[in-house]
Structures are given as C-alpha cells and as structure tokens.
C-alpha cells in the first residue's frame, strides 16, 4: 500500500501562485486532480513514469505545470494566475502503467489539499 501525501495548499487570492507537492512518486505516473465545491473530480495534469511526458487539461493548460524533482520521488504543480473558480480540494494519483486522465486506473490516491482563492 502506498499512502501519498499532497502538501503546499491554501488560501491565496485572484492571480496569485501556489506549488502543489505530492510524495512518493517513484516508479509511477502521476496524476493531479480537484474536486470543487458540490462538483465531480476533475482531471488537471498527469506525467508519465517513463520519460515525463505530460498532459494537461485545457482548462489549466498554460497556468498550471506538473513537474518531478531529480529523484522522481516528489511530483510538483505548479499553478499560476489562480482564479477562484480554481478552489477545490486538490489531490494525487499514482498509477502503475501509463499515463492516464482516468482516476479509476489509478491505483493510489492521496486525501488532499484545500486551495482557495478569494476574488
């Protein structure tokens, strides 16, 4: 079993920036996700655990950047020029085989962490 943990939320306002972090992301592809207030999850950005290649969705792409560290052992999101239709509550995945915008096919996910971003 693999307990992930997603740290770097909380409350900031319209434009700012936050770093989102997840661990342990060694040997997997990582996905991001949110669930906002009273809506289903959302998928955000996912990376490969073999070459890095990402993939975004096109509601954050351009704003939000997903990224490992050297070691490939802590996941990073980056986000920029939040807005407050971005609050939710943040978490991650962490998948065996490919990359995938599916929560389902993952095999682990974290509890979370809250973002808000006030207008």
């Known amino acids: 079993q693999v307990r992930l943990i997603e740290s770097g939320g909380g409350l900031v306002q319209a434009g700012d920036s936050l770093r989102l972090s997840c661990a342990p992301a060694?040997?997997?592809?990582m996905g991001w996700f949110r669930q906002g207030p009273g809506k289903e999850h959302e998928f955000l950005a996912a990376?490969?655990?073999?070459?890095?290649?990402?993939h975004y969705a096109d509601s954050v792409e351009g704003r939000f950047t997903i990224s490992r560290d050297t070691a490939g052992n802590t996941v990073y999101l980056q986000m920029n020029n939040l807005v407050p239709e971005d609050t939710g509550v943040y978490f991650c995945?962490?998948?065996?085989?490919?990359?995938?915008?599916?929560?389902?096919?993952?095999?682990?996910r974290g509890q979370g962490t809250q973002v808000t971003v006030s207008s």
């Open positions: 060694g040997g997997f592809s």
């Open positions: 990376i490969s655990r073999s070459d890095d290649t990402s």
């Open positions: 995945a962490a998948s065996r085989m490919v990359l995938t915008t599916v929560l389902t096919a993952y095999d682990y």
